[in-house]
C-alpha cells in the first residue's frame, strides 16, 4: 500500500475515485485545516478588522453568483448589485416581521433568483454585448423603481433588526463577530454546492453554453433552459449576499446596490479570475485589503498635510488605485490571481520534484 | 420503412435556393453519402435535418415521426446525432469532459442531488463515464482523455468531434466532411471507425469530398449540385451519371 500522505501524483484506480474534488489527501487536509484557521482567526482581531472580513466574505458570495453567470456561462451581467438589492430589500421587508435571518437568507435568494431569471428572459435571444446592456437595464429599472417606491422608503435607510440564533443575540459588542460566523458558513454551503454542480451536467452545461450554444444543441441540452438557470443561480447567490449585507450594515440604503457596485463585483471576479472558482474569493480578498490600506495611506497622506491647488490628492488615491490595478490586469494578467494561486498549487503538490 | 425520410424540402435564404425540393431517404443500418460541388448544400441538408435550420416547404421524418419543426436538441434526443464540419467542440473542457456532456440526456438526476453529489447523481456520473471510457478506446483517444480540447492538434480533435456525436449513443449518425484537412493516414483511420460504427448498427449519414473514400465506402450516394438532387444511387452507378460528370468536371463545350 502506498503511503497516501506522501503522494504526488494521480493514485485513481476507479471512475468513482475520479470524480472526487481533491486529487490527494494533503489538499483536503489543508483546506480543512485552513477552514479550522477561519473559525478562530476573528478571535485574535479586533472589531473594525472582523468587519473588513466581513465584507470579503459577503462579497465573496456575490462575486462567485457573477462568476456563474458571467464566468462560467459567458453571460455578461453588469446588475449583479441590483440582485443584491432585490435579496436585500427583501430582507428589508421580511426581517422586521419577525422572521428569523436563518430564513430570510434563502428567501432573499429566492426572490432574486425569480428576478434573475426574469433578466435572463433577452439571453434567450441577444448574446455578449447586447445582453450587457439587458442587465444593465435591470440595474437601471431597479434604481429607479426603487427610488419611487414608499414601501422601500424611496431608497432611503430601512433599518434591519439584530438577528439571534436559538437565544444568542446579535448585540452591539459581537455583531461583527456573528455575522462573520453566518457569512463564513453560507459561502461554504454555497461554495460547496457549486463546486458539486461543476462534476455533474448542470456544470458541464454552463461551460457548454459559454464556449459553443450551437454545438450545446446538438447535444441535446436546451440552451436557453440552461441560460436562464445560470442567471436564477447566479442571481440567487447574489440576493443571499444582499441579505447578508442587509444585515452585516444593519440598514438597507440604494446607495449599497446602485451600478458602481456592479462594476467592482465584476472587477473582483476578474481580478480573481473569471470562471474559476478560488478566483471568487481572491478577489474580493485583494480588492478590500487594497482598498482598506489605500484608506490609510490617503489618511497618512492627509496627515502630512500634502495637497496640490487646495485639491485633495489623498482622496483620488482610492479609485485610482482601483482603476490602476484592474488595468494592469487586464494587461498583464488577465487570467487574475486564480492563475497564480494554480502555480503555487502545482509546486507544492510536485514538490520536491519540478514537475 | 425508412429511419430518415426528407421529402421535398425546400430551404431558401432571401432570394437564394439552398435546398430546392431535396428528397432522400436513408433505410436503417445503411451508410448514406452526400456529394456534391462547393455550395451545392449539402451542409444546409445536414442542418435542416438536425434542426438548426427549419425548411420553407417540405417534411422531415424521423422513424415515423415528423421533426421539421424541432429544435436541435429534441432532434438529438430522438437519436439523431452529428458531428460538425467546423469543429464546433467546447475548447474549455477537457475530451473527457467533451464526451460526458454528450451524455447530458443520460443523467437523469436533479439539482439538488447534484449539489451535494450522492446518490443518484454520483451513480449515474459513473455509469456514463463508463459508456464514455468505452467510446475513447474504440475511438483510440486515451492519451487525450484529460486533455483541454483547445490544446489538441486538428487530426485528434476532429476524433473527438466524431467521438462526442458517438456518445450520444444515436440512432442515426450525421458526419459533415469527418476527413477533411486530415493526412492520408488519419484519413484510413476514420474510414476505419466509420465502417466499424456501422458495423455495430448504426445508420450514417457522410458528407465527403474525397470521393475515392465515398466510392469505397458507401451503400449509396446522393450527388447535390445547386440545391438539387441531381442523381442517386449505388456508387458505380453515380459515378457513370452523365449529370454528375458534368457538375464536377464541367460541361464538355
Known sequence: MRNPWAQTGNYRTSYRQDTSIFATHRELVSLLLFLGFLLVLPQFLSRTQVFILDLILVYSVAVLGLNITTGYAGLINIGQAAFMGVGAYTAALLAPQGLPFWLVIPLGGLVAAFFGFLVGIPSLRVKHLYLAMATLAFQVVFEWAVGHMPLLKQGGAMDMPRASFFGYEAGFRNHFHFWYYASLFTLVLLALFFRNLLRTRYGRALVAVRDNDRAADAMGMDPGRTKLFAFALGAFYAGVAGVLYAYLSRAVVIEDYVFAHSVKYLAMAIVGGLGTLVGSFLGPLFLVLLDVNMESLSNLIKALGFSVAGVDVASALRPLAFGLIIVLFLMFEPRGLYNWWRLVRSYFRTWPFKY | MSQLRVESVTLTFGGVAALSAVSLRVERGELVSVIGPNGAGKTSLLNVVSGFYHPQRGHIF????????????????????????????????????NLLLARHTYLAYGLAQAGVFYGKALGKEVENRRAVEEIIDFMELEPYRKALVGNLPYGVRKRVEVARALALSPKLLLLDEPMAGMTLEEKEDMVRFILEIRAQGTTVVLIEHDLGVVMDISDRVYVLDFGQVIAEGPPEEVAQNRRVQEAYLGVEA
Request: glycine share 8%.
Open chain 2, 62 to 97: 424521423f422513424e415515423g415521426q415528423e421533426i421539421t419543426r424541432a429544435s436541435p436538441h429534441e432532434i438529438t434526443k430522438r437519436g439523431i446525432a452529428r458531428a460538425f464540419q467546423n469543429i464546433e467542440l467546447f475548447s474549455g473542457l477537457t475530451v473527457l469532459e
